[in-house]
């Protein structure tokens, strides 16, 4: 029998370094004394270790200019990069060095760096000193982890963003004739009677949805998780009449459930709907049970026609745009 052909011998598999789960799963190097006690050669061989290969080419150049910074930091401030001189104290003052000076401004003098980016490079430095702690011997890092015990800096909170008055009023007079931005307007329709729109464009319904989101401030599972028998009064005629409508269950976070109450243009805005649009929409659905529908032109809606999210977010963004422009 010949004997199999070594060039053709499968090679044995390497390790992939995009499988390795933990930065503490990667022996050092034979050539790397774990006496060693330089910042620099540790730092480098936790990014070839751990880093370089395992996080994107963006990433990892981050890494890498975020713990050089610190690197230069502790040179500069003790006059030697001895890793096991490095204690709270220092990652404490290279943290507000960052905060006070750490950008730099057009003129090149020092400015403050936000403190998101901040905690960034706290977080990308604990990832060294959490490597460095798994391989180095326990004289080398006396204290152990020396970011342990360093807080990062609380950020400010979020600012909220709202339209203005008069960027509600001019949205609002866009949503009022909306029908007009989905006529159809080729030759053999100019001059009808009734003009007609697109196929699968509900501008009635999506009038009703932004004045929904107007007047009672339902994020978007809850606008599109409502049913028509939440609707108090649910008849177009009555709802058009009524002083006060409702819309009762309301799901929110936390298991929560409300009633929220409708203002006259969210009240005429859903009788139009129901009085106009859904109910073709509707019958489609054999009967769906949700209050706002996709079109039933489109062939990939879900089966009992409830709009999602997402269908919220094109239809709002198509308004912004219809808006700017």
Do not use: C
Not at 36 to 53: N, Q
Not at 294 to 320: C, F, M, T, W
Request: charged share 25%; aromatic share 4%; net charge positive.
């Amino acid at each position: 029998m010949p004997s199999p052909n070594p060039s053709s011998a499968t090679p044995p598999a390497r390790p992939d370094r995009a499988e390795i789960t933990s930065r503490k799963v990667v022996g050092l190097p034979e050539r790397l004394d774990p006496a060693d006690d330089s910042l620099p050669v540790w730092t480098e061989h936790y990014l070839d270790l751990a880093v370089r290969g395992v996080r994107s080419a963006e990433v990892t150049a981050k890494i890498s200019r975020h713990l050089e910074r610190f690197g230069a930091w502790i040179t500069g401030g003790l006059g030697h990069d001895r890793l096991s001189t490095v204690t709270p104290r220092e990652i404490t003052a290279w943290r507000d060095h960052l905060a006070t000076a750490g950008n730099r401004g057009r003129d090149k003098s020092p400015a403050p760096m936000a403190p998101a980016t901040v905690n960034n490079h706290l977080a990308h430095l604990s990832a060294l000193f959490t490597w460095i702690t798994a391989h180095a011997p326990e004289g080398l890092l006396r204290n152990g982890d020396p970011t342990k015990k360093v807080a990062p800096l609380p950020l400010p909170a979020p600012q909220p963003r709202a339209l203005a008055a008069a960027q509600v009023r001019t949205v609002k007079n866009v949503v009022d004739r909306i029908e007009t931005f989905h006529e159809l307007k080729g030759p053999r329709h100019r001059g009808a009677a009734t003009p007609r729109v697109h196929a699968h464009a509900r501008p009635l319904r999506d009038r009703a949805i932004i004045y929904l989101l107007f007047g009672t401030g339902l994020r978007r599972a809850e606008l599109v998780g409502l049913n028509l028998d939440q609707l108090k009064p649910a008849e177009p005629e009555r709802l058009r009449k009524v002083k006060k409508a409702r819309l009762v269950g309301v799901r929110g976070k936390g298991r929560t459930s409300r009633t929220v109450f409708l203002g006259r243009d969210a009240r005429q805005a859903l009788a139009d709907y129901l009085d106009q649009e859904r109910p073709g929409d509707a019958a489609a659905s054999t009967g769906s049970a949700a209050l706002l529908l996709s079109a039933a032109s489109i062939a990939a809606r879900h089966p009992d026609g409830r709009l999602s999210a997402r269908s919220i977010n094109a239809i709002v963004g198509e308004i912004g745009r219809l808006h700017d422009a």
